[in-house]
Nanobody, 126 residues
Framework: VQLQASGGGVVQPGGSLRLSCAAS????????ITWFRQAPGKEREGIAC????????FYADSVKGRFTISTENNRNMVYLQMSSLKPEDTAIYYC????????????????????WGQGTLVTVSS
């Protein structure tokens, strides 16, 4: 089971960027996939989740309305479309997966995730 994140880069405030997470070794539709991020000096934060089995989406308040998580199951891909980016969105972004069925109160708990992709750096700066 592996995840590989890509798509990071430098973008101006107000801009958009799409991150990709390629999954291998498992079937996306039964696993929960979540995007996390970690900014310098801060704790890792769960920001967007698509729950396995029913594809219910959860978002952190900090990104709600600006970021969208989506999947392309036939290609085993998960995306994070980010728009209206702010300097405070600067971080290393990770995708992670778990076979657990998570809920609004625990989907962002990083201890519940088994497999992590390598991070991809997003820098929002003018």
């Amino acid at each position: 089971v592996q995840l590989q994140a890509s798509g990071g880069g430098v973008v101006q405030p107000g801009g958009s960027l799409r991150l990709s997470c390629a999954a291998s070794g498992f079937t996306l539709d039964v696993y929960t996939i979540t995007w996390f991020r970690q900014a310098p000096g801060k704790e890792r934060e769960g920001i967007a989740c698509t729950r396995g089995r029913d594809a219910i989406k959860f978002y952190a308040d900090s990104v709600k309305g600006r970021f969208t998580i989506s999947t392309e199951n036939n290609r085993n891909m998960v995306y994070l479309q980010m728009s209206s980016l702010k300097p405070e969105d600067t971080a290393i972004y990770y995708c992670a997966t778990t076979s657990s069925y998570l809920y609004p109160h625990n989907w962002s708990n990083d201890r519940l995730y088994d497999v992590w992709g390598q991070g991809t750096l997003v820098t929002v700066s003018s």
